[in-house]
T-cell receptor
Framework: GENVEQHPSTLSVQEGDSAVIKCTYS??????FPWYKQELGKGPQLIID?????GEKKDQRIAVTLNKTAKHFSLHITETQPEDSAVYFC?????????????FGPGTSLSVIP | DVKVTQSSRYLVKRTGEKVFLECVQD?????MFWYRQDPGLGLRLIYF???????EKGDIPEGYSVSREKKERFSLILESASTNQTSMYLC??????????????FGPGTRLTVL
């Protein structure tokens, strides 16, 4: 089955700097890669996703890149702000049917220091 | 706004007790999920349901069961709680299609402590 690894497990950056979180997956059939952000005391929330037919996707200060050949994808946050502090989860799934599971990485705890 | 609610934010139970965790969603989602979240392990799928009265085992179903009698409600049951089931439990829901609506919507979680 699918296995998703995520690095680093913790990340501290100064406000205004960039943050990068990297993930690798094992199942070449995976074609959908969402990223979730979990703020303290809340459930995870989708912030951006990418499909395998796209190499990069941007949404304001957030971007995700995908390298299907190498089976890795990354989240890039530019101009970080204190409200970006949270736990971030990458995930992968083939999403061929409703029964396909989403496999989550172990998470990265991001701290943005003011 | 999609809303997924969980019956309790914090729960303390004793070893051997039967525990019910309830989840309700208000967006008419077909699929519902139960995850447990542990430090360094991410979100691990316990069970999911793709329709009323339907259920599928996830990656760690041992010690758990589920019930989906109504579309909006998905219950997680610990038949005999054990200390290794102390964890954060997250419920999620989504539409069934594998098209554009792939987003899972999560509840706020239930922090369960088994003594």
């Amino acid at each position: 089955g699918e296995n998703v690894e995520q690095h680093p497990s913790t990340l501290s950056v100064q406000e205004g700097d960039s943050a990068v979180i990297k993930c690798t997956y094992s199942d070449s059939a995976s074609n959908y890669f969402p990223w979730y952000k979990q703020e303290l005391g809340k459930g995870p929330q989708l912030i951006i996703d990418i499909r395998s037919n796209v190499g990069e996707k941007k949404d304001q200060r957030i971007a995700v890149t995908l390298n299907k050949t190498a089976k890795h994808f990354s989240l890039h946050i530019t101009e970080t702000q204190p409200e970006d502090s949270a736990v971030y989860f990458c995930a992968a799934t083939p999403f061929r049917t409703s029964y396909d599971k989403v496999i989550f990485g172990p998470g990265t705890s991001l701290s943005v220091i003011p | 706004d999609v809303k997924v609610t969980q019956s309790s934010r914090y729960l303390v139970k004793r070893t051997g007790e039967k525990v019910f965790l309830e989840c309700v969603q208000d967006m008419d989602h077909e699929n519902m999920f139960w995850y447990r979240q542990d430090p360094g392990l991410g979100l691990r799928l316990i069970y999911f349901s793709y329709d009323v009265k339907m259920k599928e085992k996830g990656d760690i179903p041992e010690g758990y069961s589920v019930s989906r009698e109504k579309k909006e409600r998905f219950s997680l049951i610990l038949e005999s709680a054990s200390t290794n089931q102390t964890s954060m439990y997250l419920c999620a829901s989504k539409f069934s299609s594998s098209g554009r609506d792939n987003e899972q919507f999560f509840g706020p979680g239930t922090r369960l402590t088994v003594l």
